[in-house]
């Protein structure tokens, strides 16, 4: 005698080869999704860290050798109240910049190069950005304050957008798994029909039953999702290896934000299988106990 | 036990399968269901097993007026009948052990509890040296005797058995109608459905024989009597 075992034959019937495969699919892109949604965030506070408490100044290319803009407008960051630095950006330094784009063959003296001055501000005092521009353009007309905000704020749309995307894909997948789920156990309902009447007719409360195809669920969604955690987080390291190595081209340009999470995230990730688990019993308990009402 | 009156029943819109079927059952008694196939056996044997509601009548079991019993309240009520079928509804995959043991577990009954009991009923039906084999392996006698120790393993009030020896060869079926024999002497109310009106006949019990839906009137006096 072994230990009491289901006592519906799930083995033979087609779901218990579907749910598995379901599962699996689900968590993976589920992971993708949620690593997604929580590299955005971070990239998102990186952003806005690195771009906060920073302006640049903008000038026109010099007019000549006599040319006073550049101490002008540094004359006016100076004295400006909240300016902790104000550093002139060299055309050495302009031309590495430009260099992805227009490559090396160009000098400084080919190009009008406009000056550019990194300001650095102090986080302690309130700087009033408005008067400050107002002197710049009195010292120097056509110069150009930039203080990151339309990038800020076109980068901070487009992170929102692509998170909102991303936790409607989730929605989704989640929408998706609870479907099948009730497919799959509607299927197991049909072809154990003889078994579970049986139950039925020995007095098993629908309960019962339900623990039967919620305990199966589980087993099975628990087997596909540790699978599909698996599978999507070899697809992140990977993804994050290849962004890492397009950060690295170009030295200061990343063309795509360097795919990093932390140990949190990983401990978010790992709860994955366990909700699809959770997901697959709940949907599976109710489907059941709503197909049994309908015995007598 | 079991009292029919005016009884009706229709499988959802189709045509009534039994019609105004009076009877009654008492406690203890042991009767025979016969009719032609189509009569309607296995129709009253579900009503009676609580695997079906009347379309209309008067249904009541173990003093229980059923239109007045909540359907939570059925699955206690099931517990106290025990179901045989002529096709045995043994669970292939369970051992002859664990199909006994499943109205045990369904009830509840703690492991510990049920395994003496489980071991005493396939004794009984013969099968000791069986407890580990699977249905597929066994004959069809020795599965219709673990289709009996399951039915009986919870010590129900009433036995409904469909044509259980309908494919059982003729000494297995006399075994078998032995045991129903031991069982009803134990106190259990028995009612089995067969075709085979000889092997009724050959146990002097009363029959209550079925035709188009209706119960013969002899027969049903003979029941009720």
Redesign the interface.
């Known amino acids: ?2 230990a ?2 289901l ?3 799930f ?2 019937d087609g779901s218990s080869r579907f749910l598995p495969a379901l599962t699996l699919l689900m968590v993976f892109l589920a992971g993708l999704a949620l690593a997604a949604v929580m590299d955005l965030e971070r990239a998102l506070a990186r952003w806005d860290e690195s771009l906060t408490g920073t302006l640049t100044v903008e000038l026109p290319a010099a007019t000549g050798p006599n040319d006073k803009s550049l101490d002008a407008a540094l004359a006016v960051l100076h004295a400006a109240p909240g300016v902790k630095s104000a550093t002139p950006i060299d055309s050495a330094t302009t031309m590495k910049l430009i260099e992805p784009w227009l490559g090396t063959s160009l000098s400084p003296a080919d190009l009008e190069l406009p000056r550019l001055i990194d300001v650095r501000l102090d986080p302690s005092r309130r700087t009033d950005l408005a008067a400050l521009r107002a002197k710049l353009t009195e010292a120097v007309p056509n110069a150009v304050l930039d203080d990151h905000q339309v990038w800020l704020d076109r980068l901070a749309h487009f992170a929102r957008s692509a998170e909102i995307t991303a936790i409607a894909i989730l929605v989704l997948i989640g929408g998706v798994a609870v479907v099948s789920v009730s497919f799959a156990t509607r299927t197991g309902l049909a072809v154990h029909r ?2 579970i ?9 629908d309960s ?1 039953v339900a623990c039967q195809f919620e305990r199966q669920a589980l087993r099975l969604a628990l087997i596909g999702g540790v699978i599909g955690l698996v599978l999507a987080a070899a697809a992140l390291l990977a993804l994050s290896q290849a962004t890492n190595a397009v950060a690295f081209l170009g030295d200061s340009v990343t063309l795509l934000p360097a795919l990093h999470l932390r140990g949190w995230n990983w401990a978010v990730l790992a709860i994955l299988p366990v909700v699809a688990g959770l997901v697959a019993m709940a949907t599976a308990r109710l489907t059941v106990l709503t197909t049994l ?1 309908r015995l ?1 | 036990m079991v009292r029919f009156e005016n009884v009706g029943m229709r499988y959802g819109t189709g045509p009534e399968v039994l019609r105004d079927i009076t009877l009654r059952l008492d406690a203890g008694s042991f009767h025979f269901l016969t009719g032609p196939s189509g009569a309607g056996k296995t129709s009253l044997l579900r009503l009676v ?5 009347p379309s209309r009548g008067l249904v009541s079991l173990f003093g229980e007026d059923l239109s007045r019993v909540t ?2 309240a ?6 106290k ?1 025990g ?1 045989v079928f002529q096709d045995f ?1 043994l ?5 002859a ?2 199909n006994v ?3 045990l ?3 509840g009954v703690a ?1 510990a509890k049920l ?1 003496d009991n489980v071991r005493e009923m396939l004794e009984w039906v013969g099968l000791a040296d069986k ?2 084999a699977k249905p597929p392996t066994l004959s069809g006698g020795q599965q219709q005797r673990v289709a009996i120790a399951r039915a009986v393993v919870a010590r129900p009030k009433l036995l409904v058995a469909d044509e259980p020896t309908g494919n059982v060869d003729d000494a297995m079926a006399l075994r078998l109608m032995r045991l129903f024999e031991e069982l009803n002497k134990l106190g259990t109310t028995l009612i089995i459905a067969t075709h085979n009106a000889a092997l009724a006949r050959g146990f002097g019990r009363p029959v209550l024989h079925l035709e188009n839906g209706e119960l013969a009137a002899t027969a049903t006096a003979r029941a009720a009597s």
């Open positions: 005698m072994s009491p075992g006592a519906i034959p083995g033979r003889d078994t009447e049986l139950l039925h007719l020995m007095g098993a409360r019962y009402r007598p | 097993a609580l695997a079906e509601r359907r939570a059925l699955a206690p009520l099931r517990r009948i179901i509804r669970i292939p995959h369970l051992s052990f664990d043991a499943l109205p577990r369904v009830a492991e395994r407890l580990d």
